[in-house]
């Protein structure tokens, strides 16, 4: 199972950083998202796998997953969607007034 | 158990969240907000003396005992800081009234002044790793709308690099965070310490340490910090100086922290990344403030320098020299957010930002001139003002440690620092002015805001001794992590 994830989290990240380094806005935003995804599961990966079980902890429970990583990832997730939100606005000003959305033709001095 | 703790971040806020309801009512969000910066300052001051008499506050949240719960922690560092960020900020909210245009306050610009204290004063609070990275977000999406707010062109091309360099600090900063959940299982950062202790510091905890310190020294502009003088240049001056006086103190405060409490066990590999790249930033940053001609670009290396400053002192990792970082770091958060009100201010009456086009701003505003000089002599650290104390602790606090090459350095990019600021001098206040009409502004507010920030620093200086008790109180902690350790876990 591990290995399954491992996998997933590497491409998950290659993508992520090969968006990233193109030039197009919209692709670096697509990147920066694949990027947090893969870490989210890196997170969950890290703290354990496990199945068959909810992460709640009750008198006769036999089994539970850790829920604090489950926790951890639900704040992230949440922080992620509003920097992608911001970042998606962000961007689509940038191209009303900037005309473009390729970093390159975005240099110049003027303000 | 305190409560006090939480009342830094709860009274911004608060305040952030009723002034989103004021919006049209500008005079009413400003009023708001002076009495919210003073609440705070005076909440800070209860808390640094609260933690003079009775020692290391700690509040664990729902009444969950570490290491199960989240918990705050107030030292004398965190309290400090705490209180000198109040101060600051209280000075530029002031300073903010007169030069941000009515359209940006309309936009929310003091609901997100707010948002970025909660997420300030939170980081400084914290005893959570994870906690650490929520107000950093906190802190970080209201820098983002900050840097942004206005959307001229400059302002939207430099917010998206800021933008892009920042989530990908954060998202390896939640893999550093899950990495190190996965090596030791807790979060608390005491507990951390522990946890560290007993593995010891080898193989996989060094790589996570190392993560850790590529994370917080991108956020404090330590490391690969090439995206901050354009970015920190495109918004309006208030917001500059905000960000120069805090955003990258809180990751310097993070590295300190992290550095000086959990990865200690292994200091020949960290502290050393530690003194090469306070050593590059040094230099780097002495090089980039000579070689400009604009005022944000020059200030703005100018934070840098004094970031590679302070983590000299974390790499020395002595009593003096941490001692000295706190003391430096007090006085850096102080004289830098008043250097940039000061900057702000001659450019708005400069009429440009260039220096070039300036000239002989000192007939007709002596005072900000003479304020600027004194505050260069501040910066430089020359001895009756507070730059001088922490200088002369780092050094010798480094020269102990036996890093000769890096406090020359340090006393080197000392003299980049009084040559860049003295460019300012000279070419905006002497010479000859510019031909054509330049309407006067008036500028008193301001300039009594600056005085009192400046009276600050002269005071810091010359008690520095009444200071230093205090600064000591804080370096103890970062020595001798056990006291931390002990304060959290005792229950």
Known sequence: MEWMMAVAIGILFMTGVYLILSKSLLRMILGTSLLTHGVHLLLMTMAGLKTGAAPVLGNKAEAYVDPLPQALILTSIVISFGVTAFFLVLAYRAHQTLGTDDMDSMKGDES | MSNLLVFPILIPLCTAVLLVILKEKILLQRIISTVSALFNIAVAIVLVSRIRADGIQTLHLGGWAPPYGIVFVGDMFAALLVLTAAVTSFGILLYSFGSIEAEREKAYYYVLFHFLLVGVYGSFLTGDIFNLFVFFEVLLISSYALISLG?????????????????????????????????????????????????????????????????????????????????????????????????????????????????????????????????????????????????????????????????????????????????????????????????????????????????????????????FFVLALAIVGIPPFSGFAGKVLLIRGGLDAGMLTLSLIGLGSSFLVLYSLIKIFRLAFWGDEPKGERSRVNLKGAAAVSAALLVLVIVMGTQAEWVYSYVSKAGDVLVHPALYIEAVMKE
């Open chain 2, 151 to 371: 959307g001229t062109r400059l302002q939207l091309r430099e917010s998206l690099k800021y933008l892009l360099i920042n989530i990908v600090s954060s998202t390896l900063f939640v893999a550093a965070v899950a990495y190190l959940y996965a090596a030791t299982g807790t979060l608390n950062m005491a507990h951390l310490s522990q946890r560290v202790a007993e593995a010891g510091q080898g193989g996989v905890l060094g790589v996570i340490a190392v993560l850790f310190l590529i994370v917080f020294s991108l956020k404090a502009g330590l490391f690969l910090f090439f995206w901050l003088p354009g970015s920190y240049s495109a918004p309006p001056s208030a917001v500059r100086s905000l960000f120069g006086a805090l955003l990258t103190k809180v990751g310097l405060y993070a590295v300190l922290r992290t550095f000086t409490l959990i990865f200690i066990q292994d200091p020949g590999v960290t502290h050393t990344w530690i003194a090469w790249m306070a050593a590059a930033a040094m230099i780097l940053g002495g090089l980039g403030a000579v070689a400009y001609n604009d005022i944000p670009r020059i200030l703005n290396y100018n934070v840098i320098i004094s970031v590679g400053f302070v983590a000299f002192g974390l790499a020395a990792a002595n009593g003096d020299a941490l001692n000295g970082a706190v003391f430096y770091l007090l006085h850096d958060m102080l004289s830098k957010g008043l250097l940039f009100i000061l900057g702000g201010m001659m450019i708005t009456i400069g009429g440009t930002d260039r220096l070039k086009d300036m000239g002989g701003l000192i007939k007709r505003y002596p005072l900000i001139g003479w304020m």
